[in-house]
């Protein structure tokens, strides 16, 4: 066993994996490109103070889960647990609103949480998702989960369920806060320990308790969506209008809440059955009030999240196609001394004009190349000796059509005639076997 290990809920992401996950992010990146959603990439470190104020110091992620410590200066810093506070705080700190009214923006990358590590869940792990800042208008919100859907379905997948509520705001959440305590009081002894904890300070995360008996003892209980008031009403009519105009089904969940404490209004959620207990791909919500209490001018916005490790356990249980790794386009098989001295240059000047281009660097036999070429899935192979030294030429095989033709090795020529072939083949097919066994070669390759 080696000595050292990855620290519990981290992962490698090995060469064969990479792949996958560049496809993955290929077809998120689109989506979002699709929709005129821009990047934003924020530091891994913020301010602690920014996370507490943002997401609420009552959150079980601000009490429990942030990996946080202070630097030499004697400033309180925390690994980004979540990737909202971060892109709000950029939006005030470099006036993003005076760019443009209407900013519409996407993320992707690493955050940390030091909770309990299970399938799909991480202490590091990958979140993608969008934020579009300046509009309080229910299209806004429908647009979004239109996005988060569209990003799931460019994988087909099927088999999802959309969960839609309405968390009202601050006008309204108190009664309702007030009525779910009243309904719970009876019972508080009954409830599971992280609830009684949260019974006076976060009453509506009870809602969303994996505790069957907690669950039993909210049956009959109050229903925030009695609570709205007129305008948090009027929104959630305009978000379901629009998402029934859009052919987006939904299922209305007067318990769905989300985790912290920046939403306000609407609330979502997506769940694949392909997840088990851990079904949920992706949520999010509206949230009004945090640019305001970051110091910013009170500005509404919206946004949802989704965990790329929580994505690719739903895509490798359906099997998806993530396609064919990068393979070389062209492996060069070098025979002699003089033969090896001139592959390096060559394989450089074709790498340079765009042509992926592989070599042997270990001084291995012939055979030994051609069977490295086509275990990585090399179209074309060009075979140089010492003959093809002294005239000026080297030998182009199609790996796939088994030909064979000797051509010149001007550079520039050469260049052109590889990029000709190459618009020939299949570069990520399975080939057979060489149509010159190796043996045929001069074993001064060894």
């Known amino acids: 066993m080696a000595r050292f290990q990855t620290v519990k809920g981290t992962k490698d992401v090995l060469p064969t994996d990479a792949p996958k996950l560049h496809r993955l992010e290929t077809i998120v990146r689109s989506a979002f490109e699709r929709y005129n959603y821009r990047e934003i990439r924020t530091p891994l470190f913020e301010e602690t103070a920014l996370f507490a104020r943002g997401i609420g110091v009552a959150t079980d992620v601000v009490m429990k889960e942030m990996y946080t410590f202070t630097?030499?200066?004697?400033?309180?810093?925390?690994?980004?647990?979540?990737?909202?506070?971060?892109?709000?705080?950029?939006?005030?700190?470099h006036a993003l609103g005076g760019q443009m009214p209407l900013q519409?923006?996407?993320?992707?990358?690493?955050?940390f949480r030091q909770e309990n590590v299970q399938k799909g869940r991480l202490r590091q792990f990958h979140q993608f998702?969008?934020?579009?800042?300046?509009?309080?208008?229910?299209?806004?919100?429908?647009?979004?989960?239109?996005?988060?859907?569209?990003v799931f379905r460019a994988f087909g997948l099927d088999g999802l369920t959309l969960r839609l509520n309405s968390v009202g705001d601050a006008e309204c959440r108190p009664a309702y806060k007030a009525a779910l305590q009243e309904h719970l009081r009876p019972n508080i002894e009954k409830l599971s320990a992280i609830s009684q904890t949260r019974f006076e300070t976060n009453p509506l995360r009870i809602l969303d308790s994996k505790s069957e008996a907690d669950q039993a003892l909210l049956d009959g209980g109050?229903?925030?969506t009695d609570f709205l008031n007129d305008r948090c009403r009027r929104h959630f009519q305009e978000v379901r209008g629009h998402l029934d105009r859009l052919n987006i089904a939904y299922t209305l969940d007067p318990k769905l809440v989300r985790g912290l404490d920046y939403y306000t209004m609407t609330a979502f959620e997506l769940i694949s059955t392909d997840l088990g207990a851990q079904n949920a791909l992706g949520g999010g919500g509206r949230y009004d009030r945090l640019i305001g209490e970051l110091g910013g001018k009170p500005t509404p916005a919206v946004g949802w999240a989704a965990g790329v490790e929580r994505l690719m356990i739903a895509l490798e249980e359906r099997k998806f196609d993530f396609g064919d790794g990068p393979a070389p386009a062209v492996y060069i098989v070098a025979i002699?001394?003089?033969?090896?001295?001139?592959?390096?240059?060559?394989?450089?000047?074709?790498?340079?004009e765009g042509i992926a281009t592989e070599l042997d660097l270990l001084q291995r036999s012939v055979r030994a190349q051609f069977r490295d070429a086509e275990d990585q899935g090399a179209p074309l192979v060009l075979v140089l000796g010492d003959d093809e030294l002294a005239s000026g030429t080297i030998k182009l095989k199609d790996m796939g059509g088994h030909t064979e033709e000797t051509v010149s090795s001007e550079r520039t020529r050469l260049t052109l005639l590889i990029r000709a072939r190459l618009r020939e083949v299949t570069l990520h097919s399975v080939h057979g076997p060489a149509a010159t066994d190796p043996d045929d070669y001069p074993p001064t390759a060894a």
């Open 129 to 150: 998702g969008a934020e579009a800042i300046g509009s309080d208008h229910a299209s806004v919100d429908a647009e979004m989960i239109a996005l988060m859907v569209s």
């Open 222 to 224: 109050p229903v925030i």
């Open 104 to 111: 519409k923006l996407w993320y992707m990358g690493p955050m």
């Open 336 to 352: 002699g001394d003089g033969a090896r001295q001139a592959a390096l240059p060559m394989a450089v000047h074709l790498r340079e």
């Open 71 to 93: 630097d030499r200066g004697g400033l309180s810093v925390t690994l980004r647990p979540e990737m909202t506070a971060s892109v709000v705080r950029a939006y005030v700190q």
